[in-house]
């Protein structure tokens, strides 16, 4: 069974850091490119990073561009977003994408 499962999510204050995890099974994770998305309340769905098989490239939204890192450790089936300088309009709930298929999303919101 293709599965993504993402954790790491909580509540954080404006200027802390968050790393999200993805977990992946069930496909050839290290064969596959990996993406991160996000969804606010009342907002489309929107791309925030890219990743390749071997992780040589990488992709970012130009609102995460120089705070956002996106990761993968293929020995683990593992793909990473360390979210530094954290805003309230990065509040949303955050989604891998990855094997034709989606994760359930894990909710991120920065607020004082």
């Known amino acids: 069974q293709v599965q993504l499962v993402e954790s790491g999510g909580g509540l954080v204050q404006p200027g802390e850091s968050l790393r999200l995890a993805c977990a992946a099974s069930?496909?050839?994770?290290?064969?596959?490119?990996m993406s991160w998305y996000r969804q606010a309340p009342g907002k489309e769905r929107e791309l925030v990073a890219v990743?390749?098989?071997?992780?040589?490239?990488?992709y970012y939204a130009d609102a995460v561009k120089g705070r956002f890192t996106i990761s993968r450790d293929n020995a683990k089936n593992t793909m990473y977003l360390q979210m530094n300088s954290l805003k309230p309009e990065d509040t949303a709930v955050y989604y891998c994408?990855?094997?034709?298929?989606w994760g359930q999303g894990t909710q991120v919101t920065v607020s004082s």
């Open positions: 994408s990855g094997g034709s298929t």
């Open positions: 069930g496909f050839d994770f290290s064969r596959s490119g």
């Open positions: 990743i390749n098989t071997f992780g040589l490239s990488t």
